[in-house]
């Protein structure tokens, strides 16, 4: 299992207590939308800036290192702080954290993607078992988004999108860090707007993604520009 | 089973009264570096080695139950496929590369013959997802593992828990293949002081550090990096090697430099078994024209005359170890020869 049940470390030498009595969940939920709507795999969706109907067949993507922070340089991560989001699993778009209260934390981040050290470091189980589905068998590595789906736009065989947006190394890491302030809610939503993701990828052109390379990178940059924070 | 091999340490864990763990190591010759596989993260068990072992030789890994890892990696080739020069598959298919020989693993830190596999745990994949291979894909191994009752059992002794995982599933091959150590051919017991070459192989081991040693590096006999050999492409295979890993141009042509050691069991020989001679191979590198590769080793012919070239295979068949080849505790374990129903 990745992390520890809840590890608390103070980088300024503070060690934080966390009994259950001295520690608050902070709840997060990520919400992957469409036409800013809760999106359901399988569900058609007309897509107005596409003038064409998009289905969401898969949604599954690693979050790393879900951390909170502040300028005291204390921080606390998620439990487990790395994890698979599947659309498939809705539980897997839960997740908390407990802080120590009477902490107060300014800063949420988090990367989009497994970075280099666990990418190198053999097999892993849990959430980064390679039997989720999440790890190219012909090269080494995690996909760290894989997005599928069908709409009539789209050229390929049985119209079928296919992005798996991976790689690790220079110069296609395609690890994304993203990082919001924080207003001490005790619930996040994390939501991640699909909408402009279709759109800027252009499904007529760009819609089969399967390796490390140039067309990873620049989907994978345009990531972290998806996600949005709310109470 | 493989204690030759391996020396048992007893470890009692302070706080852990009730238990003792039995935890095993790699043993190797001191004229051998420190392995560089870290077994702190996959600390080698005899249950998790048999396990390995059994799923190493057991064909429920392919689609259609044809093919086993030892399909192509037979223990009486060193674990290559002699006589084929590319490795075959389910379904009669031929794929694109000779399989190379399985020995001193826990020594290398990229596999396959361009680097595409950074970890000798996710190695496995590679093979077992190919469709000219396997065919199948990890997630219906481990389901129809978890349908074998025999699989049950060895995952329950092996990992405390009869639950088949990837993690665990992939953990349990490289144990066996770490146990594969080939330290025991004549060069070894030489280097040990308990043998001496003999006059020709003397020979040939000067002319091999002149002219072989700064690639195929001892005592393992590659420095397994990655190097241009000045082999012409085979245009129907177009194999640029690494290049199709990094797609970076000066990756080109370049592919992992395979070890010398019992090269008398892994013919055919090169990424894609074009020779079936060893003195093809020599031959190559003796006439290899003047600038056909600017790698600086391979810059010049060796111009190897014919008793040159005898004295250096001499020299090479030093690095035979069939002590290792004819290891019966490699061979097709006792667990799958007895095959219950389920």
Excluded at chain 2, 90 to 96: L, V, Y
Excluded at chain 2, 152 to 162: E, G, L, M, P
């Amino acid at each position: 299992m990745l992390g520890s049940l809840c590890s608390v470390s103070a980088q300024s030498g503070a060690v934080v207590s966390t009994d259950k009595d001295s520690t608050q969940d902070i709840q997060f939920r990520f919400q992957p939308q469409i036409n800013s709507e809760p999106l359901k795999l399988g569900r058609s969706y007309y897509i107005s800036e596409l003038e064409d109907s998009v289905s969401i067949e898969k949604l599954k993507f690693y979050i790393a290192e879900l951390t909170l922070s502040n300028a005291e340089m204390t921080h606390v991560h998620s439990s487990p702080a790395t994890f698979l989001i599947d659309m498939e699993d809705s539980a897997s778009l839960q997740r908390s954290c407990a802080i120590p209260k009477g902490v107060s934390y300014q800063k949420l981040s988090f990367s989009l993607g497994l970075d280099s050290a666990i990418q190198c470091s053999g097999a892993k189980g849990g959430e980064l078992d390679p039997t989720r589905g999440m790890y190219w068998s012909w090269q080494s590595g995690y996909i760290n988004l894989k997005l599928e789906g069908t709409s009539n736009s789209c050229p390929a065989r049985n119209h079928l999108i296919q992005y798996h947006i991976g790689g690790f190394q220079s110069p296609y890491n395609t690890e994304q860090s993203i990082v919001f302030e924080y207003d001490h809610s005790p619930s996040i939503l994390i939501t991640m707007d699909l909408n402009k993701l279709l759109t800027e990828k252009n499904i007529t052109k760009n819609f089969q993604i399967m390796s490390p390379n140039q067309k990873a990178m620049d989907f994978a940059k345009n990531l972290p520009d998806l996600f949005r924070i709310s109470p | 089973m493989k204690s030759n091999l391996i020396v048992l340490l007893i470890c009692a864990f302070i706080g852990l009264s009730f238990t003792s763990e039995r935890v095993l190591y790699l043993l190797y010759p001191s004229h051998f570096p420190a392995p560089t596989y870290n077994l702190t993260d996959n600390p080698l068990l005899q249950e998790s080695i048999d396990l390995g072992q059994m799923l190493f030789y057991d064909p429920i890994l392919s689609k259609d139950y044809s093919i086993s890892c030892a399909s192509c990696h037979s223990p009486y080739n060193a674990f290559a496929h002699t006589d084929h020069d590319l490795s075959h598959g389910i379904n009669d298919s031929i794929g694109t590369r000779n399989a190379p020989a399985l020995f001193n693993l826990a020594w290398q830190t990229s596999f396959m013959w361009d680097g595409a596999v950074n970890h000798l745990d996710m190695q496995s994949l590679a093979p077992l997802s190919h469709p000219s291979e396997m065919g199948e894909n990890i997630k219906d191994v481990v389901e129809k593992l978890s349908n074998t009752m025999r699989y049950r059992t060895a995952f329950y002794n092996a990992w405390a828990d009869s639950l088949p995982t990837g993690e665990r599933f992939l953990k349990s091959i490289t144990q066996f293949q770490l146990t594969l150590i080939s330290a025991t051919a004549k060069y070894d017991r030489v280097m040990a002081g308990n043998d001496v070459l003999s006059p020709q192989e003397a020979m040939g081991y000067v002319l091999f550090k002149d002219h072989c040693g700064s690639c195929h590096t001892e005592p393992l006999f590659s420095s397994y990096g990655f190097s241009k050999n000045g082999l012409p492409v085979d245009t129907t295979l177009d194999d640029y090697g690494r290049y199709g890993v990094t797609k970076n141009d000066e990756d080109s042509l370049l592919f992992k430099i395979p070890s010398l050691r019992n090269l008398s069991y892994t013919f055919p020989y090169m990424h894609d078994g074009r020779y079936l001679k060893l003195n093809e191979v020599l031959n190559h590198y003796n006439i290899l024209e003047a600038g056909m590769i600017d790698d600086s080793a391979l810059s010049r012919p060796m111009n190897l005359s014919s008793k040159d070239k005898a004295d250096l295979i001499s020299f090479l068949m030093t690095l035979n170890d069939t002590a290792f080849v004819f290891n019966p505790q490699n061979k097709f374990p006792q667990s799958l020869q007895v095959r219950s129903k389920n």
